[in-house]
């Protein structure tokens, strides 16, 4: 039997609905990228793509939407675990990274200074 303690993806807690649906699309095109994920596998969110694209179906926005959520979730829990903690602790940094930036923008740059252009051609008179 599969030892399935190894199969921890541990997501970062806390966030809204759409910046965790963007944490999964930007996981989703690094896995792509990633030459250690099985070509195979790669095809269920490009086949989810094509699925929503091409009107096979029967109309309707929610079994395309049902289709696309299900091949990105198992193409992500079959990716390779540690593949996939690798990918979203880096992505985890570059967000820290923003949110400190954004941070030290805010407290730095917050103060308005108010002055005026004077020419420098011009002589005092």
């Known amino acids: 039997m599969a030892d399935n303690s190894k199969r921890k ?63 990105s979730y198992f193409f992500i829990e079959l990716c390779p675990p540690d593949v996939v903690q690798e990918h979203l602790e880096a992505l985890n940094a570059t967000r820290k990274v923003m949110d400190n930036y954004q941070e030290t923008a805010q407290t730095t740059h917050g103060e308005v200074i108010d002055g005026e252009i004077v020419d420098g051609d011009t002589e005092a008179k």
């Open 9 to 71: 993806i541990t997501f970062p807690k806390g966030e809204g609905f759409f910046d965790g649906l963007l944490l999964r699309a930007k996981l989703i095109f690094r896995l792509l990228a990633d030459s250690r994920v099985n070509p195979v596998l790669k095809l269920l969110p490009i086949g989810s793509l094509i699925y929503l694209i091409v009107p096979l179906d029967i109309p309707g926005p929610i079994d395309d939407a049902l289709v696309v959520w299900m091949a």
